[in-house]
Nanobody, 127 residues
Framework: QVQLVESGGGLVQAGGSLRLACVASGRYRSTISNNGMAWFRRAPGKEREFVAAIGWNGGNIRYADSVRGRFTVSRDRAQNTVYLQMNSLQSEDTALYYC?????????????????WGQGTQVTVSE
């Protein structure tokens, strides 16, 4: 079974940047190379929300309206890693960020379309 481990979170001032990474590991290392991947987040007291998704080959990229133009999702299939570059961070971006493995080659914003989740990495943006 694949394991997803996020890293790169931290405390940053508003307007700053962070780059999150999600590394997949497990018995079969190619367990995410043919799957769509996504980032979700959960802010304190709020529901989990979709942030960004990327298809198996780096295409079919989608963003939530709230992050479009500020965040960039990418992946390195050879390294079994998915990234989320976050620029112009705002206090509203404070949340626990999770990566998720999609059921198929292309994935969307519905969390039921994902079969594996990481534990999350905390992002805190201060004013």
């Amino acid at each position: 079974q694949v394991q997803l481990v996020e890293s790169g979170g931290g405390l940053v001032q508003a307007g700053g940047s962070l780059r999150l990474a999600c590394v997949a590991s497990g018995r079969y290392r190619s367990t995410i190379s043919n799957n769509g991947m996504a980032w979700f987040r959960r802010a304190p007291g709020k529901e989990r929300e979709f942030v960004a998704a990327i298809g198996w080959n780096g295409g079919n990229i989608r963003y939530a309206d709230s992050v479009r133009g500020r965040f960039t999702v990418s992946r390195d299939r050879a390294q079994n890693t998915v990234y989320l570059q976050m620029n112009s961070l705002q206090s509203e971006d404070t949340a626990l960020y999770y990566c998720a493995k999609g059921r198929g080659a292309v994935s969307g914003s519905d969390p039921t379309g994902y079969t594996a989740w990481g534990q999350g990495t905390q992002v805190t943006v201060s004013e």
